[in-house]
């Protein structure tokens, strides 16, 4: 597989129903000709289940067997759902309902809330949590902010799982669950919380399914009218449906049977949430008749990474492992996994950033590199030390592309420009191509071709536009007599069907948020015990889940995969940790492990260490060789507070080398002529400020006020490299002296 050409971009609506399954590989096919009965798609990961499930939908309307109206597609996010529809348009299949399972259910509750109990629906509360935290007041009990989120997740698990708040204790004892606190306390809180929503008429996100289920069950008349509108069925990711979305869709289907649906339990990772994957194992006990289809041809990654994937369910136990489906890689090879070993975390960063700079200087784009790690406070560290290489990157999870108000004031700048016509609007003049006049038209409020300095909102912004001109030009490509208008109606289309471009940058997410994703090179970092497997995994079905996490994070990569670790948190910490459990019999020198172990693949030639992955031992980068205490690692003493003394362990306090709380020693006029002098060495390198030194570096150089070489070199981003190019006029700066001026910067070889 290879980046995505113009065509593939935007494809050509096939002429006839058979051409809708051209390309569809043997089990592809026997999905979207699947017509009739229920259907069960068991597809791994990579192996093209939504090109499956959107070609049975386009091929069943195209031949007549569907209306669009009848069919109602249900997925569990929005970008699911919206590529969803814009897969179906492309295929001629537009009018199908795709939506997640509470956008469904709101609309009917919307529609038939004044006939089924009259008046208007209540509004929907906009922030839980602060009415969780009232209730939780009004019973005398304190919770801090992460007690507050613990404390909301068991509301949540608790109404997704019909259960009320007197039964919540007996239900997670049933359930197995560990409670993050007293189950009487929680109860207590859940009681007075449900009460708060009744007095000030609202209802919560679980309520937009409770109710609908309750007024589908209560009002036969409105249960009918529903199904006469929806009589097909397709639910993709059906391995995290909850025991109330389930209960749900069957008060949709009623006794028909038209039902398909397709998931991966091997992909469960949300059972925290209520997701369960007993209703995709147990399908065919609930469907007799069903037509089963397994998708095993993994399109996405090659032989190298399918081979890991493979090896590290093999490994798995439990139900949902019995179904594992083995994926069969389509691709040609490619690099080994590769698996390195660091000191500590933030030379693990620096190693990851090193290696995303590498690739990105051998062609690979930004935007198709991702690391991927188990909790969102592991970002801080990697977004720093990518900075510190000037590499942009983006976090995942961030306002969505078409809700952003650069984005929105670009439509209706293009709109205008469109209605105005090309040949008459003076902005447009010169204009030779359709990219042109988007440039030209974005140029009246300020944006060039040229990235801005720094990073920050107003370099999110270029990106925003700069996404949009790129898909103007793949649109021209494909298109090269669209206009204007044409492109219009095409980001109009987008925007309903929540279909983005991509915005350059290297993406930064929870193994969570990656679900659903895919990049070309992927770095798992973190992967240590306590983290991979999380600490608070106990028992045997929640270390399973951290295993099928840390195998989505393994499939989100096409070609390039690397898994890493520290031994330590902080510089100089002492070395306790150990490499992740699922790694065993994974990387080189490690037992094998599990049920299904075969020996290490290491031995087996399927895997590379550390030397593929650039990092430098010298450095406090990866150690040449897995669970060894040897090589060249330098050891780095502990950072300490340079105002109390205290070991810090916080990357940002590190940087700073002292306490966050402790009072700054900052000579202000110091870091205002740091400041110029960066913004200067920015533009004359015609690069972003943060490529010189970042905000907190400078920060640190402003309160540290070195005087020589080695007290520059202490400060944590002033590299080798970077001490050698800015160091002289750094400590000139310092020493209150002008910077020499040197000729030739901007043809620095470094550039």
Known sequence: MTAATHSSLFPQVPETADAVLDGLDPEQRAVATALGGPVCVLAGAGTGKTRAITHRIAYGVRSGVFQPTSVLAVTFTNRAAGEMRGRLRQLGAAGVQARTFHSAALRQLQYFWPKAVGGELPRLAERKVQIVAEAAARCRIRLDRNELRDVTSEIEWSKVTQTVPEDYPAAIVKAGRDAPRDPAETAKIYGIYEQLKRERGVIDFEDVLLLTVAVLQDRQDIAETVRRQYQHFVVDEYQDVSPLQQRLLDLWLGDRDSLCVVGDAS??????????????????????????VRLVRDYRSTPQVVHLANGLLAQARGKAAEHRLELVSQRERGPEPAFAEYADEPAEAEGVARRVRDLIASGVPASEIAVLYRINAQSEVYEQALADVGVPYQLRGAERFFERPEVREAQILLRGAARAGGGTDPQLAGAEDLPDQVRAVFSTRGWTAEPPAGSGAVRDRWESLAALVRLAEDFAAARPDAGLADLVTELQERTEAQHAPTVEGVTLASLHAAKGLEWDAVFLVGLTEGMMPITYAKTDEQLEEERRLLYVGVTRARRHLTLSWALSRA????????????????????????????????????????????????????????????????????????????????????????????????????????????????????????????????????????ETEGELAAISGVGARKLGRFGADVLALCAGREPERREGLENSPEK
């Open 571 to 706: 510089p100089g910490g002492r070395p306790s940790r150990r490499p992740s459990r699922f790694l065993n019999g994974l990387r080189p020198g490690s037992p094998a492990s599990g049920p299904g172990a075969t020996g290490s693949s290491a031995a087996r030639g399927h895997v590379s260490f550390g030397s593929g992955f650039g990092a430098d031992p010298a450095d406090g980068g990866a150690r040449p060789a897995a669970g060894s205490r040897g090589g060249a690692s330098r050891a780095r003493r502990p950072a300490r507070c340079r105002v109390c003394g205290r070991t810090l362990t916080d990357a940002g306090e590190i940087k700073l080398l002292r306490c966050e709380d402790c009072p700054s020693d900052l000579d202000e006029g110091l870091h205002e002529r740091l400041r110029d002098w960066r913004a200067d060495q920015a533009r004359r390198l015609g690069q972003p400020a943060f490529c010189v030194f970042t905000d907190k570096t400078l920060l640190a150089i402003a309160e540290a006020v070195p």
């Open 267 to 292: 992909q469960t990772i949300y059972s925290f949430t209520g997701a369960t994957p007993d209703h995709l194992l147990n399908f065919r006990s609930r469907h007799p008749r069903a037509t089963v």
